[in-house]
């Protein structure tokens, strides 16, 4: 959690904040509020690692 991801289905960019069940990633905008969720972690592309995104701050 806390990678920003791009969401290929979505066509936006996201931070994960949860997996539930394994099977469903929830994604955060990069600054606007709201959140969506994915059920294709295929289909998300790890942009910033969180690792990276903690340094950066």
Sequence with gaps: MGDLVQDE???????VT????????VLRPESD????????????????PREERRTQS
């Design 33 to 48: 509020p709201g959140r969506w969720t994915s059920r294709h972690p295929e289909r998300l592309t790890v942009v910033t």
């Design 18 to 25: 949860d997996v539930r069940g394994g099977a469903v990633w």
């Design 9 to 15: 289905t979505a066509g936006r960019r996201g931070v």
